[in-house]
């Protein structure tokens, strides 16, 4: 089975679903390049945060992609004439809609009408109105536990930062994930 994996930013894949990476092992895609951070003045370029994915994605033994689109300017449009091209997957993976985060919704949206009941939903950190824990929760093994604590420390630009550090503290350890139904 061919599965695709859609993550909106650098980390979230390693955040969200390792468990998914680690077993299923599917084409990660990176939808969006951090502009954001960058023009806000974090110090943190596009090429970084890259770089940051392809170390932890060779930790999962995953193979990656960048869409590049841009976060600061990202909109439905764009998205979905860029996803058209990954229409051959069985199976897509994208964040479940959960109102908290506009880029993490926005690639729920658009993934559903690009590729309707193929889209398996995970959960992200979002506690929105949404948000719904699910009904599948999956466990990691202790090795499996390991390599994902070992991808997450590939993102020290967002370990380091304060925005962001929180998510990963309060996943690192954590062996449980979310598939929304």
């Not at 841009?70 to 993976?93: C, Q």
Request: aromatic share 10%; net charge negative.
């Amino acid at each position: 089975m061919k599965a695709l994996f859609l993550s909106p930013h650098n980390d979230d894949e390693t955040l969200f679903a390792s468990d998914v990476l680690l077993t299923e092992k599917p084409l990660v895609v990176i939808v969006t390049d951090s502009w954001i951070q960058f023009n806000r003045g974090d110090g943190i370029t596009p090429d970084r945060r890259w770089n940051e994915t392809v170390e932890a994605m060779k930790v999962l033994d995953c193979p990656v992609m960048r869409l590049g689109l841009r976060d600061d300017v990202l909109d439905e449009s764009n998205l979905k004439h860029a996803l058209k091209r990954f229409e051959g997957f069985d199976i897509v993976y994208a964040p479940a809609l959960q109102g908290g985060n506009i880029h993490h919704d926005m690639v729920n949206k658009v993934a559903k009408e690009v590729f309707g009941d193929r889209v398996a939903q995970y959960a992200t950190y979002a506690r929105g109105e949404f948000y719904t824990k699910g009904p599948i929760e999956i466990e990691l093994s202790a090795e499996n536990l390991e390599l994902k604590n070992r991808a997450l420390d590939c993102y020290q630009s967002q370990i380091n930062l304060p925005s962001t550090k929180g998510h990963f503290d309060a996943v690192r350890n954590s062996s449980e994930s979310y598939f929304p139904s």
